[in-house]
């Protein structure tokens, strides 16, 4: 049987173990609290003495901002008055304020004792990222640039790229947009363009319109040659000078070959082409001048 003194010893035990675990669970909470009051009385002393610093990095931050708006300004109103491309000027402006950006930051990093280091690895490595993110556009962005500077053709010049032939509408930073004769919109990125074969057709004011005409071996050359030269001093558009070429370009098998080659204006151009095409082929009908066209042969053995 277990008697009245051992009940009363073991009450006695477990009240001072449920004080001993309160007095813990206490102590541990105090503890915890003291850490807690030592990190943000830390933190809060930080913030006091960045205080300042911060003050100055944030002023420092707007006046870097707008002093390089108004650097950018200034240069985007002297390059006006210089002769360079509109897009390649609203380009360069972006870059000097990217770049100007870039330093007001680093500048205000440096006040709030930002080491210069970590400020270079963590540009660094965004870089990296970028780069290698926008790969592409990157190359789009170079060729642009390339574009713009080294003009190997400007917006309203008609070229050929890759096959391409058109007018030049417009150059952009990433993109190239050329119309064709047929008013079809191509727009090439400009890594490929910067990479690629490109000829100008009118870069330069004059243009040299090249055909080629055949007449059968019964004909005379000399006075087929005579009748060419008339149709071509009789086209105003076309240039005494340099002088018009007309010439036997080649012995075929079935005709002879004359080469006729003029110079015109570059706006003039396929009027030209057309105009010879049809004044030829009308000169020669009134003279009855032949034109041969492919023949076969054929001889049967009995």
């Known amino acids: 049987m277990i008697t009245a003194a051992a009940v009363t010893t073991t009450e006695a035990a477990a009240e001072v173990t449920t004080e001993a675990t309160t007095e813990a669970v206490v102590e541990a909470i105090q503890n915890e609290v003291d850490k807690a009051t030592t990190i943000f009385t830390n933190v809060g002393n930080q913030l006091k003495s960045m205080v300042p610093s911060l003050i100055i990095a944030v002023l420092s931050l707007v006046v870097g901002i707008v002093a390089a708006k108004i650097i950018a300004y200034l240069v985007s109103k002297a390059l006006k008055r210089s002769s360079m491309d509109n897009a390649a000027r609203s380009f360069l402006i972006s870059l000097i304020k990217i770049i100007l950006y870039i330093v007001v930051i680093m500048m205000a990093l440096t006040i709030m004792n930002v080491p210069m280091s970590s400020i270079i690895t963590i540009f660094g490595a965004a870089g990296l990222a970028i780069s290698l993110a926008l790969q592409n556009c990157l190359s789009n962005l170079c060729g642009g640039f390339i574009i713009l500077f080294s003009k190997p053709f400007t917006v309203g010049d008609m070229i050929e790229i890759d096959g391409s032939v058109g007018t030049v509408k417009s150059i952009s930073i990433l993109y190239t947009k050329i119309i064709t004769v047929d008013s079809k919109t191509i727009v090439i990125p400009n890594g490929k363009v910067s990479d690629a074969k490109i000829i100008n057709y009118t870069e330069s004011p004059t243009r040299r319109v090249d055909m080629t005409f055949d007449i059968s071996y019964d004909e005379d050359f000399t006075r087929v040659r005579e009748m060419i030269l008339d149709v071509i ?43 010879l095409n049809e004044g030829i082929k009308s000169k020669f009908d009134a003279n009855n001048i032949e034109i041969p066209y492919s023949q076969l042969d054929v001889h049967i053995k009995e």
């Not at 001093?233 to 340099?242: A, G, H």
């Not at 002879?256 to 204006?265: F, G, K, M, P």
């Not at 396929?270 to 105009?275: E, G, I, Q, S, W």
């Open 233 to 275: 001093r009789k086209n105003s558009l076309i240039l005494p000078d340099p002088e018009p070429i007309v010439r036997m370009g080649a012995h075929k098998d079935s005709s002879i070959s004359i080469d006729v080659l003029v110079w015109t204006a570059n706006e003039n151009y396929l009027t030209v082409k057309y105009d």
